[in-house]
């Protein structure tokens, strides 16, 4: 049950990105920027974080392949921060493909021309 509910929070996200891109640019920003500081808070508190087995075990894995302790812990704080950023990343695709791409020079180019025809038939 908690997979789906996983899988509905992020629909929703990228479904809210969406909605903030096509409102402004810099809105479609707002929801990565905050995926990226929770990404970043979680690094000195992922033992808070993650589930206690998951921590435990990868910690001894990498433990096991490096035998440093202190790179054990800085591999699993990347492995952390790389599993935080999995959101941000798809909130970054779904604010280029809907925001940056598509509203590019062209867009502009074409609201442009839109109002000029527009005047023209008020004219």
């Known amino acids: 049950m908690n997979g ?7 629909a929703a996200a990228v479904v809210l990105q969406i ?9 479609g920003l707002v929801l990565p920027a905050a995926t990226l500081v929770m990404a970043i808070l979680a690094i000195p508190g992922w033992v808070d ?3 206690p087995a998951l921590t435990e075990s990868s910690f001894r894995h990498l433990l096991e392949l490096t035998e440093l302790p202190k ?6 704080g990347m492995y952390i921060f790389i599993l935080y950023n999995v959101p941000t990343l798809l909130l970054m695709m779904t604010a280029y493909a809907y925001g940056f791409r598509f509203r590019g020079r062209s867009g502009h180019k074409l609201e442009e021309e839109l109002k000029r025809m527009g005047a ?3 004219g």
């Open 49 to 51: 974080y993650m589930p």
């Open 4 to 10: 789906w509910l996983v899988i509905a929070a992020l």
């Open 71 to 76: 790179v054990a812990y800085t591999l699993n």
């Open 19 to 27: 909605v903030l891109t096509k409102m402004n640019k810099r809105m």
């Open 120 to 122: 023209e038939d008020l």
